[in-house]
């Protein structure tokens, strides 16, 4: 017996996508934000149930964990990080090497007072410049304590060339504030986290990384060893958001920055593949927000950059963009409107009809008074609704001071978040030229709402997939084990031995492997030499290398660097070499989609009332249980799941592939 299990914890649901022997399932729990491990061991545990064993006998037979967690994104929301120290190189105390520390995009990061500037830096071809006092370190580094820092980030400008002074500055701290003390302070050094030669970007990347890391350590390593009690001997693999999985030792804290959704766009990828389709979008609709983005040819891969909160950092990652309105997102009325979000009820209280405790109107209250959402099976019956509650919060926060009925004001508040979805899916595909025919739909809201923002598009075909409700955690189940290396480049390229420091970083990667179980053997190897435009140095582009830099690998560079709108003026300067490495995981092998037959009309088991804009109609309501390969949907219709519920319109037909996925069909194509 092998099982593999894959959880994702969500703003407000943790799920679970796990296999035994090929056959897939899924589960769902509540998120626990007071402790992410409890929700994480609560899903372990309603999985063991599903599979009829005790934890400890099925972690017994588990070949891989996979775990995506949303604690640092948490943390940055909601502001919970510690007060940050930074030592930076003298005179760039205020401008933090370009960008203006008070006032500046990420002052809720750090406090002016707890920056101060040390006189050394490092040269143009790598010479440390200055002189590093061993007293004078620690009187700076004992006035940034008195100032209230809790953590210290030692940016020194150039280190990304060498990185002595860093790590010499680390370790004056490291012997007079020492682990065991109380008063010992956690250092990061820029130069371990990025080796960009943006001294800012890479400054950057190190606070982000300071500011999640101790309380994300914390939580990881909880959860790793709560499972190692119950029998669990493998490590604990952490998704990072550049698309692959690493033990919790080998994790760069920023690098699990909104793992999840780069988690269902890999998924996206690989279904994409399997079923044909070349070009598409994705709508990961959760509890809290709706993320976008690409499947397909056109699915762009790891960016070398990405934004969080306003600060951009230098972390390889896929990037989906998030929209306000999910489950949970909040209604009201402003300025006579129907607004939505971007606040959200979350896991706890949750929407007014969980009876929770919650006092806002949300989306899942309007889907339930509307008729999309049963009271009595939502989440396969695990919760029971309460819609008097739901009614009673739209009445009194929307209906009334809009004059208008409950199932009006609910019905706007639908129209709302469909809206809003149509118009950032619009954009996205305009702002990548993607002209997508195909809707990709998941989390546990993507399948109600998706073919009505379909319809709004002009999209003419949308997938629902088995998996859909629980997507992030499946997206991580192909994802296998992966590290990135990174080298600086401080020579002229002549001088520069490619070789020799590749096969540095590989010897580097078979280490960090063997700590994960695989022998050199199993590991394969991408080669990049990394660009940057000499303007700017944020611009990154990344090309694959043999055992040198040619002139054509020059041009591809540049050809990339300027699509992304660079001036043409602007050189380009090779500045690193990157070694990928990639060791396999298990798997779950994917159901053949192809169907040959004929779709054939399936008669549903039930109906609802669901309001379709001026009045409710009786709808066919189908348990997708219940559906086969090659049964066909007519719209509108219900299809109803333990984790979702798909809504058919009556422009579209659903039709059952030989996965079982559900293609919502327009009726004119």
Not at 203 to 221: K, N, P, V
Not at 414 to 437: F, H, M, P
């Amino acid at each position: 017996m092998s099982i593999t299990i894959d959880i994702d914890t969500g703003g407000t649901f943790t799920d679970g996508f796990i296999t035994q022997d090929g056959e897939a399932f899924s589960v769902k729990v509540d998120t626990t934000p007071h402790d992410l491990t409890e929700g994480f061991l609560n899903c372990l545990e309603t999985a063991s149930e599903r599979l009829g064993m005790s934890l400890t006998e099925t972690l017994k037979q588990t070949s891989v964990i996979r775990y995506s967690t949303t604690y640092g994104t948490n943390t940055i929301i909601q502001r919970t990080g510690p007060n940050l120290g930074v030592l930076v190189s003298d005179g760039h105390e205020g401008d933090l090497y370009g960008e203006a520390a008070e006032g500046s995009a990420y002052d809720w990061l750090l406090s002016q007072n707890l920056v101060l500037g040390v006189p050394v830096s490092i040269g143009e071809t790598g010479e440390v410049e200055g002189e590093i006092v061993q007293d004078q370190i620690r009187k700076k580094v004992i006035e940034l304590l008195e100032a209230g820092a809790r953590g210290l980030v030692v940016g020194i400008k150039g280190s990304h060339k060498n990185d002595a002074a860093e790590t010499q500055i680390r370790e004056i701290v490291r012997n007079e504030f020492p682990r065991h003390f109380l008063g010992s302070l956690p250092t990061l050094v820029s130069s371990e986290v990025s080796q960009s030669r943006d001294d800012g970007l890479r400054l950057r990347t190190a606070l982000i990384s300071a500011y999640i890391h101790h309380g994300l350590a914390r939580h990881l390593y909880k959860a790793e060893e709560e499972i190692r009690r119950r029998g669990y001997t493998k490590p604990l693999l952490v998704v990072h958001a550049n698309g692959s999985v690493a033990r919790v030792a080998k994790s760069v804290a920023a690098h699990t920055y909104n793992s999840g959704p780069a988690a269902g766009l890999v998924g996206s990828n690989e279904l994409g593949a399997d079923i044909g389709v070349e070009s598409g979008l994705t709508l990961d609709i959760g509890g809290t927000s709706t993320d976008i983005g690409a499947v397909g040819e056109i699915w762009k891969g790891v960016e070398s950059s990405v934004t969080v909160d306003g600060v951009s950092i230098d972390v390889p990652a896929i990037v989906a963009e998030s929209l306000g309105g999910g489950g949970g997102s909040i209604a009201r009325v402003e300025d006579g409107d129907v607004k939505v979000g971007p606040q959200s009820a979350g896991a706890y209280p949750g929407p007014m009809c969980y009876g929770l405790g919650g006092d806002s109107p949300t989306v899942t209250d309007a889907n339930l008074v509307l008729g999309y959402l049963d009271a009595e099976t939502f989440l396969g019956g695990g919760r029971n609704l309460d819609v008097e509650k739901a009614r009673q919060g739209i009445s009194e926060n929307i209906a009334e001071p809009l004059g208008i009925s409950v199932e009006e004001a609910a019905w706007r508040i639908r129209q709302t978040v469909d809206q809003v979805i149509a118009d950032g899916l619009t954009s996205y595909g305009e702002a990548r030229n993607i002209s997508a025919d195909v809707l990709f739909a998941y989390g546990g809201g993507g399948p109600t709402h998706v073919a009505t923002v379909a319809d709004l598009i002009n999209v003419s075909t949308a997938y629902c997939f088995p998996m859909s409700p629980v997507f992030s955690a499946y997206g991580s189940s192909r994802m296998d084990i992966s590290h990135l290396y990174e080298t600086s480049v401080i020579e002229d390229s002549s001088n520069v031995s490619v070789d020799e420091m590749v096969d540095g970083m590989k010897e580097e990667a078979q280490r960090d492997m063997l700590g994960e179980g695989f022998d050199a053997s199993s590991v394969t190897y991408e080669i990049q030499a990394g660009f940057t435009l000499e303007a700017d140095p944020q611009t990154k582009a990344h090309v694959a290398l043999e055992s040198e830099v040619t002139d054509a690998v020059i041009a591809e560079a540049k050809s990339i660097l300027l699509s992304e709108g660079s001036g043409e003026e602007s050189s380009v300067v090779w500045d690193s070499v990157r070694v990928k490495a990639t060791a396999p995981s298990p798997h779950p092998e994917l159901e053949n989609p192809d169907f040959s037959g004929d779709y054939q009309p399936k008669d549903a088991g039930s109906s609802r009332s669901v309001w379709t804009g001026d009045t409710f109609e009786e709808v066919p309501v189908h348990e997708v249980l219940a559906l086969s390969a090659g049964d066909l949907v007519e719209g509108p219709a219900i299809i109803e799941s333990d984790f979702t519920t798909i809504f058919v319109t009556q422009n579209r037909n659903a039709c059952i592939d030989g996965a079982k996925n559900i293609v919502l069909r327009s009726k004119d194509s």
